[in-house]
């Protein structure tokens, strides 16, 4: 949905027009009866993903961290 508001709607009512943003209504301010702007909320990502298992330490436990992973690339230049 979108909701029109003048400048002097968008000064007097702006927590007003924020929190209608929010709940995902778009704004558009106008000047003299024409679209200046448009108030939209910023879309935040979600909280990070979470492992439903722990990781095992032991599974990472013979690899060395020292190694190249790709010797390859070492050998064309890639270092």
């Known amino acids: 949905m979108v909701m029109q508001a003048s ?12 929190r209608r943003a929010e709940r995902g209504e778009e704004v558009v301010i106008a000047r003299h009866g024409l679209p200046v702007a448009r108030l ?8 990070p993903p979470v492992s439903a298992k722990p990781l095992d330490p032991k599974l990472y436990q013979d690899i060395d961290l020292d190694e190249p992973a790709f010797p390859s690339w070492e050998k064309g230049g890639h270092q």
């Open 40 to 47: 939209v909320a910023i879309q935040r990502p979600g909280p």
């Open 7 to 18: 400048l002097a709607q968008a000064k007097s009512q702006l927590a007003d027009l924020l």
